[in-house]
Nanobody, 124 residues
Framework: VQLQASGGGLAQAGGSLRLSCAAS????????MGWFRQVPGKEREFVAA????????YYGDSVKGRFTISRDNAKNAVYLQMDSLKPEDTAVYYC??????????????????WGKGTQVTVSS
């Protein structure tokens, strides 16, 4: 599975952005998907995850109620709708795929597949 994230950019505080992650390769719909983010000098932070069928989602505490993860297996894509953005959401965002959603939620290492990041910058 190859992953390519897009949709990052510059937004004002309180605004919205939608990230997309396009997947290619086999068995996309057999993988849970997730989003992580990282700022320089800090560890990669879990943002959101969705099960392979889309019926189960998890969110990091800092984004609950503001971000929404979704997926479209027919299009081999996963999305992250980010609303009510804050300056502290500024980071490079990465999409990830793993066999189990639990691993994505608990660990930022040992992930099966990573996409290249997309920069999100939120101005105050």
């Amino acid at each position: 599975v190859q992953l390519q994230a897009s949709g990052g950019g510059l937004a004002q505080a309180g605004g919205s952005l939608r990230l997309s992650c396009a997947a290619s390769g086999r068995n996309f719909d057999r993988h849970a998907m997730g989003w992580f983010r990282q700022v320089p000098g800090k560890e990669r932070e879990f943002v959101a995850a969705i099960s392979w069928a889309g019926g189960t989602t998890y969110y990091g505490d800092s984004v609950k109620g503001r971000f929404t993860i979704s997926r479209d297996n027919a299009k081999n894509a996963v999305y992250l709708q980010m609303d009510s953005l804050k300056p502290e959401d500024t980071a490079v965002y990465y999409c990830a795929a793993h066999k189990t959603i639990q691993h994505i939620v608990r660990f930022s290492v040992g992930i099966d597949y990573w996409g290249k990041g997309t920069q999100v910058t939120v101005s105050s």
